[in-house]
């Protein structure tokens, strides 16, 4: 009995965390259906006045140009990152950890020094060789850098991943006669799934999230993401539409949470098997 009272009493507390933690995100989606003038001055979670035109409001965007548009330009950039970080960080990752060649190590231990780099650092001159490409204002600054390997901390997952598949299953293939590519295409590539999944969620949450490196490269109203048409709704005067800033803001969050919850398994699995060797 007392082992049962001791165990309830850790659920519940808990749950109780667990509700603490979820209160922000609970009161973003039931404000979300309250008129502007209860938003701030009810004190319950449930709304008294359900209403669905802070939705519609929000949906509209402004200067004509609605938030469908902001979402495609999310949409856009965060595919071709997620596909350009799949596909280079896993042929990187596939030379380090199965290829030999000069100064490997050299170049794997600068590889691992970018990672201590704070993204501020490394600010200033990205913006500098991005303008003399003349291509601030574009796309290319968010999705070009994917396609070059530029998250060394994906490379390192994935040659920690290749590391812990056997090297008999290289070795038996190469006698059967494939190739290099052969090899990474049939044999490492299907058994590296875990790890380009959980590569992808990263990529995905955190090219959808990013606001800072939007907010330096775009200006153009119609190349903005989502973050900088919630952040354009927000009028520093005091007078900005809460409501549909706060509906809006609920609908950027589904596109991660529905990616999250549907590769959550491969996702867990990516993380817990990457450190085994």
Avoid at 39 to 58: A, Q, V
Avoid at 141 to 166: C, E, N, T
Avoid at 194 to 207: E, G, K, R
Wanted: glycine share 6%; with cysteine; hydrophobic share 55%.
């Amino acid at each position: 009995m007392r082992r049962n009272y001791s165990a309830a009493i850790k659920h519940i507390l808990i749950i109780l965390i667990g509700l603490a933690m979820l209160y922000p995100v609970l009161w973003l989606l039931a404000s979300s259906f309250k008129p502007n003038q209860d938003i701030f001055t009810e004190t319950g979670l449930w709304p008294h006045t359900f209403t669905f035109d802070n939705y519609r409001n929000g949906w509209k965007g402004f200067q004509g140009v609605t938030f469908a548009r902001f979402f495609g330009n999310s949409a856009l950039v965060s595919a071709l990152a997620v596909l350009g970080n799949i596909v280079t960080c896993s042929l990187a990752a596939y030379a380090f950890a199965r290829l030999e060649f000069r100064f490997k190590k050299v170049w794997f231990s600068l590889m691992l020094v970018t990672i201590m780099l704070p993204y501020h650092v490394t600010l200033v001159p990205q913006y500098i060789i991005f303008s003399e490409l003349h291509w601030i204002n574009t796309f290319y600054p968010l999705i070009v850098p994917k396609w070059l390997a530029h998250d060394s901390f994906f490379v390192l997952l994935m040659v920690q991943f290749i590391r812990g598949i056997p090297r008999e299953l290289d070795e038996s293939a190469t006698i059967d006669g494939c190739n290099q590519r052969t090899l990474y295409f049939r044999i490492i590539l299907p058994l590296l799934v875990p790890a380009l999944i959980t590569t992808a969620i990263f990529t995905f949450i955190w090219t959808w999230d990013d606001f800072f490196s939007q907010m330096i490269y775009l200006s153009d109203l119609k190349l903005f993401t989502v973050q900088l048409g919630i952040r354009a709704l927000f009028d520093p005067s005091g007078s900005s539409d809460w409501g549909a800033l706060l509906a809006i803001s609920v609908l950027s969050l589904l596109p991660i949470t529905i990616i999250f919850l549907a590769f959550q398994r491969y996702f867990l699995d990516g993380i817990a098997t990457t450190g085994l060797k």
